[in-house]
């Protein structure tokens, strides 16, 4: 298995980016998958994540302002981020776990990507 993200980059306060991350094992569809962040120095934090039933948990400080959705077909995992603050600016890592449904604790995934960096000016 193999996540690679893109999307990545820079933005001002307000500004929007989207990143995807694409999954080569065919079966991806069949587990949870979920987007994590990471600030310097911290443990990784869950941001979002989507169930094999389309289930969606978004954590508290970008609920409303991030949007996760995944394209089955294409084992393609996005997650488009509005209203970007300073404060989320971190690596952000996509991930998956080889259940049907997710949690928000990063040592229950199986599987990550290289992680992406997003920085967001005031």
């Known amino acids: 298995v193999q996540l690679v993200e893109s999307g990545g980059g820079s933005t001002h306060a307000g500004g929007s980016l989207r990143l995807s991350c694409a999954d080569s094992a065919y079966t991806s569809s069949l587990y949870c998958r979920a987007w994590f962040r990471q600030y310097p120095g911290k443990e990784r934090e869950g941001v979002a994540n989507?169930?094999?039933?389309?289930?969606?948990r978004y954590a508290d400080s970008v609920k409303d302002r991030f949007t996760i959705s995944r394209n089955n077909a294409e084992n393609t995992l996005y997650l488009e981020m509005n209203s970007l603050k300073p404060e989320d600016t971190a690596i952000y890592y996509c991930?998956?776990?080889?259940?049907?449904?997710?949690?928000?604790?990063?040592?229950?995934?199986?599987?990550w990507g290289q992680g992406t960096q997003v920085t967001v000016s005031a």
């Open positions: 989507i169930d094999r039933d389309g289930a969606i």
């Open positions: 991930a998956t776990r080889l259940q049907f449904f997710c949690t928000m604790t990063a040592s229950h995934y199986n599987y």
